[in-house]
């Protein structure tokens, strides 16, 4: 197989104009790692606490938790679509796995089955609403983000069911210094990176939010591209429900509010465009890592719980200011 | 199979209302060149947008390679050998050329993985065919309005199709790169490729095609061998009547100086401009593509910063606005030459569009009068005698030439003193221009200077008082009427000054 002799990963060199606008488009991505840096360097001057294994491992698998649904949420946006369901979807999932586990071993592959089938589920009802009955997803997706939030606070409003022992046990593993929940951050990260750049779904998704018209009668199979995405998206927000019983061993009702604006944070912070046609995976990694590390130094220096949100609210216009100034 | 590759019987069409299409038929034999003529609106887009499969007539049916055809897909489409290029750019901007030539029909290896490699070089090899250098990885959005009709044309190239349908793919190009688009017409026919090619340039027309089809309000006209028309035949099947292609002129001396602009430079491309305009009369400028026509435009109109250099309105005593509301206060407005981008508000009515440079004079207490607001939309509409159905249609279903008057009629309204016209004539049919030209010279009895940036010699020279050439930033040259022509013209606009004058 010739593929990498022939450049298949290997980059050909770009001309000076294109690595120009390169830069330019990704100059804000730079600034969002710079500033994660000087949180870092507060951090580790301002708390002892900070710069522990300890916490660090804890801020890498909670960046994962967010990352993984922000990573969908980010293909949605790059198509001109959003789902505002996924932390609903992150709350009936967590409580279908601990009710279909019931804290026996055995029943492990049938709830991860039966999770993830929800989140196909949800997924192709969003694509037919959207594709079918051509409903703008901001309203298909609010609806779901009601109406499962309404599952599943019927399902129970106190916690119900049980993790296994091994599904506990996975929230703690680690592979070499870093927890296993990270390292499945770090290969989804890959994975998107790849289908971004290298696959014709993900051309597709670039011109299917880049321009819907042109898209359109260039034979781009619409319907496909959308049913796919929004697919992928509740996947992730399923699995992410899946991790959230790893690490409380019950189904509880109260995970999963407010994820959905917290990963569309994320994904605005890395240079996503709300109009679509424009994605960045390393700006959605440096969103959901600002984000993280932020709620984590805050709490570690001890401030007010209201004022973390006021600070999120700052860093969301500022970053957003930054890619109006350098973008174009 | 019949002789004919391509037959579209009794095709009719409305939109919402408009009979777009009634009763229309044309067929093409295999590797000729069919003209497809007739004014703004007259339905020549929609007819190729039904053979495309972006819209499905109401009635009528359509043999293409001796097969009907029914229901099928803008892929299938594709596939079956009728590629399209459409009058609107139809390029996603934040892909990059490579990726927009084969949008939707990308190499590809199992599992929908791409073939990068191959879609680099098969890319390359039809940017090399049509002459072109561009940069492969390089997002469409930034390159030139040009640059992106030739990476249209490559697109539908790289389709293979047997019938390439162009809707006027020449309105944004010029000089050589008109002749490289021939020449390609000329290689594909030769190859047996069938070409529908739209257009308002009567002349290309006559240089390309083999038979002419006219449509008019929907309807077919006639349809005629090229070597039994002549132009003046070809325009009054298109308008109806007969229609004496003379452009208007002046007959009063030349007025006042109105502007004054001196050493004019932008970080884009201006380097030193100067010009002065007159009251009453019309300034051409004329230069290739990208020789910093509107760029000139947008600095006189205060939308991009000056780094050097600076601008006076004489009578007013305004200088060096910084913003498009400064200088419209002042009494400068520009017509810009994208109009779907930058001169109209395309989903909202022809009244907003036309009423709000204004608006703020036609309220009482904050609360808009509408009476007022009528007032000044009919009178924008008799004075033009733009062509709508009430003025609450939305703008991006008139026609080409009916927006190029909203915008007009936009600026109009706020009684400037200098207007910049920014390829004023792109698109418009051949009535509808002339309708232009002698607005424009109306607007010169009143006093109005005008600044118009032209890409259609013919035009420059019938119209223009006074001819700048630019070239790379710069004044190549200024010419009285009498001294233009133009082999002159190009001369300037290609060598530039110094080297024009040596010569
Ligand atoms: N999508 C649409 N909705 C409503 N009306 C439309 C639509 N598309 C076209 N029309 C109307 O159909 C008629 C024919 O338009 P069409 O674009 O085919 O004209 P054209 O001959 O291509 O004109 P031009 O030379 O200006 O491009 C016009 O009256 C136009 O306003
Ligand atoms: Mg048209």
Request: glycine fraction near 10%; proline fraction near 3%; hydrophobic fraction near 50%.
């Amino acid at each position: 197989m010739n593929l990498l002799a022939s450049g298949f990963f290997g980059k050909r060199k770009r001309s000076a104009q294109s690595r120009a606008v390169f830069l330019r488009r990704n100059g804000p991505i730079i600034m969002v790692y710079a500033f994660i840096l000087l949180l870092v360097l507060i951090g580790i001057t301002q708390s002892e606490r900070f710069f522990t294994e300890r916490n660090l491992t804890n801020v890498a698998r909670q960046s994962a938790f967010l990352g993984l649904v922000a990573l969908g949420q980010m293909l949605v946006i790059l198509t001109a679509g959003i789902d505002l369901s996924v932390g609903s979807l992150v709350k009936v999932s967590i409580l279908v796995s601990a009710i279909v586990m019931n804290g026996e071993s055995a029943n492990v592959l049938p709830a991860i089955i039966a999770t993830l089938g929800l989140g196909v589920l949800v997924g192709l009802i969003h694509g037919f609403l959207i594709n079918e009955l051509r409903i703008a997803p901001f309203i298909v997706t609010l609806a779901s983000l009601v109406i499962l939030r309404g599952i599943g606070l019927t399902i129970s409003s106190s916690p119900v069911g049980k993790a296994s022992r091994e599904v506990m046990m996975f929230y703690v593993q680690k592979i070499g210094p870093i927890p296993i929940i990270a390292w499945m951050f770090f290969l989804l990260i890959v994975l998107t990176m790849l289908l971004l750049r290298f696959t014709v779904f993900g051309k597709y998704l670039y011109a299917v939010g880049g321009n819907i018209e042109v898209a359109r009668l260039s034979g781009v199979p619409i319907k496909a591209v959308r049913y796919g995405v929004y697919v992928l998206c509740s996947l992730t927000a399923a699995v992410t429900g899946l991790l959230w019983l790893s690490r409380m061993g019950v189904g509880d009702p109260a995970i999963g509010d407010g994820i959905e604006l917290q990963t569309i944070t994320a994904v605005i912070i890395g240079g996503t465009s709300l109009f679509g046609g424009r994605a960045s995976v390393l700006g959605t990694l440096g969103g959901v890592l600002l984000l993280g590390i932020t709620a984590n130094l805050l709490v570690m220096l001890g401030v007010n719980q209201f004022i973390q949100g006021l600070i999120q609210g700052v860093i969301i216009v500022a970053a957003v200011a930054l890619y109006k100034q350098e973008g174009d | 199979m019949s002789e004919f590759i391509l037959e579209m019987r009794n095709i009719s069409k409305s939109f919402a209302g408009v009979q777009a299409l009634k009763d229309v038929s044309i067929r093409c034999r295999p590797g000729l060149v069919y003209g497809l003529v007739g004014e703004n609106g007259a339905g020549k887009s929609t007819l190729m947008k039904i053979l495309a499969g972006a819209y499905s007539a109401d009635a009528g049916e359509i043999t293409y390679k001796g097969e009907r055809r029914d229901q099928a897909s803008t892929a299938e489409i594709i596939a079956s050998g009728i590629s399209i290029i459409y009058q609107e750019l139809a390029l996603v901007g934040q892909m990059s050329v490579a990726e927009n030539i084969f949008l939707g029909r990308e190499p590809r290896h199992a599992l929908g993985i791409l073939n990068l490699p191959e879609l680099h070089a098969r890319s390359a090899v039809l940017l090399k065919r049509l002459g072109i250098e561009l940069d492969l990885d390089l997002p469409v959005s930034e390159l030139t309005i040009a640059q992106q009709q030739l990476v249209e044309i490559a697109k539908a190239l790289s389709q293979h199709a047997d019938l390439i349908v162009m809707d006027e793919p020449s309105a944004i190009l010029a000089g050589s790169e008109l002749d490289q688009l021939f020449e390609i017409i000329q290689n594909l026919v030769e190859q047996g490729v069938t070409i529908i090619y739209i257009s308002h340039r009567l002349e290309e027309v006559f240089r390309i095609a083999d038979e002419v089809t006219v449509l008019k309000d929907g309807e077919l006209v006639a349809t005629r061998p090229i070597g039994e028309l002549d132009r003046a035949t070809l325009v009054e099947y298109m308008v109806g009547r007969p229609l004496d292609e003379v452009f208007p002129q002046t007959e009063h001396e030349q007025g006042e100086l109105v502007l004054a602009a001196k050493d004019l430079a932008t970080d884009t491309i201006l380097d030193g401009v100067s010009l002065e305009l007159y009251a009453g009369e019309i300034l051409g400028i004329a230069g290739m593509v990208g020789s910093g026509r509107t760029e000139l435009a947008r600095a006189l109109f205060g939308a991009d910063p000056l780094t050097g250099g600076s601008i006076e309105l004489v009578d007013k005593g305004a200088s060096a606005w910084g913003s498009p509301a400064q200088a419209i206060g002042a009494g400068l407005v520009l017509a810009p030459e994208d109009r779907k981008a930058h001169g109209l508000f395309t989903t909202l009515s022809v009244r907003i569009n036309v009423s709000i440079p204004i608006l703020s004079t036609l309220t009482r207490l904050g609360v808009l009068k509408r009476r007022a607001e009528d007032q000044v939309v009919r009178e924008a509409q008799e004075r033009l005698s733009i062509v709508m159905s009430s003025p609450d249609q939305e703008t991006q279903f008139l026609s080409g030439g009916n927006q190029q008057k909203v915008v007009l009629a936009k600026w109009l309204s706020t009684d400037p003193a200098v207007i910049i016209l920014d390829e004023p004539t792109r698109g418009v049919d051949v009535g509808a221009k002339f309708e232009i030209y002698r607005l424009m010279r109306q607007l010169n009895d009143r006093g109005i200077a005008i600044v118009m940036i032209s890409s259609e010699l013919p035009e420059i020279i019938g119209m223009s008082d006074r001819i700048m050439v630019m070239n790379d930033g710069r004044v190549a040259g200024e010419l009285t009427r009498d001294e233009a022509g133009e082999a002159r013209i190009i001369e300037l606009a290609t060598l530039g000054a110094a080297e024009a004058g040596q010569s």
